[in-house]
Antibody, heavy 130, light 107 residues
Framework: QVQLVESGGGVVQPGRSLRLSCAAS????????MHWVRQAPGKGLEWVAAIIYDGTNEFYADSVKGRFTISRDNPKNTVYLQMSSLRVEDTAVYYC???????????????????????WGQGTRVTVSS | EIVLTQSPATLSLSPGERATLSCRASQSVTSYLAWYQQKPGQAPRLLIY???KRATGIPARFSGSGSGTDFTLTISSLEPEDFAVYYC?????????FGGGTKVEIK
């Protein structure tokens, strides 16, 4: 079955960096876009970043643009979120989620992402605190 | 940025009752709206996409409707496992945005 497993969370001081990983299994990773979504403690969901199936295009929320970088390694079936210049307000559970568009069976040259998320990983917690 | 406003914030209902959740967008998203369910300590789960299409494995008691700026998620008869927080999300424009959520609690 489709599985997404995040790792790399932890406690980090403001201004430092952290890299999250999301290992995928149970599907052809290289034909799907991937997303990161976060949830601050007791709050709602916030989309963070997306990357298309072949890694050639990325999208970011304004709140993380210039500080976070999404990337992927298709042979390793893994998507990453490199987080730099971390702030207290980046404290959250970070979920990776698969995009719903399978580019193996349709032409994704114009619209490589469906932009809804299914499934989600279980999340990894990031705490930014001095 | 498209702002999604969900109402009510909390819905107190009994099992077997009908739940009607609203999501209003600050500008038209045509039919590019999804709904997710989240239970405490769990990741969200996709229920509905493109406003009215049920995701794989989602029971028929869940239905979505609407277009443009006004959307509704209806749970026809609440089961005990349906008490959770529900989020809408627009998937038309960047940045992708979520509503603030509606908590469906047991009355």
């Amino acid at each position: 079955q489709v599985q997404l497993v995040e790792s790399g969370g932890g406690v980090v001081q403001p201004g430092r960096s952290l890299r999250l990983s999301c290992a995928a299994s149970g599907f052809t990773f290289s034909t799907y876009g991937m997303h990161w979504v976060r949830q601050a403690p007791g709050k709602g969901l916030e989309w963070v970043a997306a990357i298309i199936y072949d890694g050639t295009n990325e999208f970011y929320a304004d709140s993380v643009k210039g500080r976070f970088t999404i990337s992927r390694d298709n042979p390793k079936n893994t998507v990453y979120l490199q987080m730099s210049s971390l702030r207290v307000e980046d404290t959250a559970v970070y979920y990776c989620a698969r995009d719903s568009r399978d580019c193996s069976s349709i032409d994704c040259s114009q619209f490589p992402l469906a932009n809804w998320f299914d499934p989600w990983g279980q999340g990894t917690r990031v705490t930014v605190s001095s | 940025e498209i702002v999604l406003t969900q109402s009510p914030a909390t819905l107190s209902l009994s099992p077997g009752e009908r739940a009607t959740l609203s999501c209003r967008a600050s500008q038209s998203v045509t039919s590019y709206l999804a709904w997710y369910q989240q239970k405490p300590g769990q990741a969200p789960r996709l229920l509905i996409y493109l406003a009215s299409k049920r995701a794989t494995g989602i029971p028929a008691r869940f239905s979505g409707s609407g277009s443009g700026t006004d959307f509704t998620l209806t749970i026809s008869s609440l089961e005990p496992e349906d008490f959770a927080v529900y989020y809408c999300q627009q998937h038309r424009n960047w940045p992708l945005t979520f509503g603030g959520g509606t908590k469906v609690e047991i009355k």
